[in-house]
């Protein structure tokens, strides 16, 4: 499995189990688009164009989500990946997010070995994300709830 394939599993997967929570999750999907050759022409080879993958990420973020039901919940901007390197997602935040609205909450969502899914919470201003928990089998477990929302 290539990983872009294993990203947009993961992808998958976050929106799964946030959809399963309540949240109506809007993602950003990677887009074909046509390699272009100098001057401008559409490369072709084989007789075919050829084709790049285009990340569509908005603000640093694949998926988007918020609670119709419960509207004390705060509208959830998430990074999902698998990979570990932290330093790399914390700069692409604080490009995009110098601050955060009041009812509005900025993760990183990253897969781990073990199956489960450690949640990150980033704060404008602040020089590291901060630990909010992790899932194991669909249920968050913390003892620090989200800034504004209760324990679920």
Known sequence: MTTRRSGNDFQLRVKRILE???YV???FPM???PV???GGAVLVKGGRPVFSRKSNDVFGCDLVCRNPLDLKKKVRWIQATRHTAIK????EFQKHWTFTLPYEVVELWMARKDGTIRILEYLPGL???????????GKFESST????????
């Open 20 to 22: 399963s929570w309540g």
């Open 25 to 27: 999750v809007h993602n």
């Open 31 to 33: 887009s074909a688009v």
């Open 36 to 38: 272009r050759a100098v």
């Open 88 to 91: 790399k997602r914390l700069e």
């Open 127 to 137: 020089p590291e994300l901060q630990v909010r928990g992790r899932i194991v089998k």
């Open 145 to 152: 709830p989200i800034v504004g929302e209760s324990k679920s």
